[in-house]
Antibody, heavy 122, light 106 residues
């Protein structure tokens, strides 16, 4: 059974750097075709894709945020990390990490973590 | 860049059919659909336009009539009340979600 869980600070001040951790089980990021993505959702709003990291270290970022995002992994610990620099109140959102496997699902995120609400406020 | 468009809301009586559309999916890309109930993480209900993951009820189906992609819920049940988001990709590998459609079961 695949599970993911997000962790991070619930409150961050503007201009600070936010680091989120996703700890997963039931799959390995060493396995071909496997990826983990980050998606966020501001309160009451739509989902927004942020980044994706594949088993082969290929990394993709949202064009609108790529200058502020860094996505890394520690595959030996079944963890991935997303850092967002220079946060602002508009970054207040629930942040989700999610599993992806290229075959057969292609670009779908088939299992999601429960999400973590991060508020950016002074 | 591209964007996906969805109607903000759809209302349907129990047992009837709900049809949710998503415009803007590129011709060479697939569409995916997620159900999100209040306070919960999204759940994948359709992938690759028409495929249903295991565990998703048969009343959920996906289609691609022309340039629009569609999620159909046949015989809607009260438990289907949720927000539904479409997702797709562009040729560079960037992903995008639609704004979501709130399905209300009357």
């Amino acid at each position: 059974q695949i599970t993911l869980k997000e962790a991070g600070p619930p409150l961050v001040k503007p201009t600070q750097t936010l680091t989120l951790t996703c700890t997963f089980s039931g799959f390995s990021l060493w396995s071909s075709g496997v990826g983990v993505g980050w998606i966020r959702q501001p309160p009451g709003k739509a989902l927004e894709w942020l980044a994706l990291l594949y088993w082969d270290d290929e990394t993709r970022y949202s064009p609108s945020l790529k200058n502020r995002l860094t996505f890394t992994k520690d595959a030996s610990k079944d963890q991935v990390f997303l850092t967002i620099t220079n946060v602002a109140p508009v970054d207040t959102a629930t942040y989700y990490c999610a599993h992806q496997v290229v075959e057969p699902l292609r670009d779908a995120f088939d299992v999601w973590g429960p999400g973590i609400l991060v508020t950016v406020s002074s | 860049s591209f964007e996906l468009t969805q109607a903000p809301s759809v209302s349907v009586s129990p047992g009837q059919t709900a049809r949710i559309t998503c415009d803007g999916v590129l011709a060479d890309q697939y569409a995916y659909w997620y159900q999100q109930k209040a306070g919960q993480a999204p759940i994948l209900v359709i992938y690759r336009d028409t495929e249903r993951p295991s565990g998703i009820p048969e009343r959920f189906s996906g289609s691609r009539p022309g340039t629009t992609v569609m999620l159909t819920i046949a015989g809607v049940q009260a438990e289907d009340e949720a927000d539904y988001f479409c997702q797709s990709a562009d040729s560079s590998g960037s992903y995008l979600f639609g704004p979501g459609t709130m399905v209300t079961v009357l």
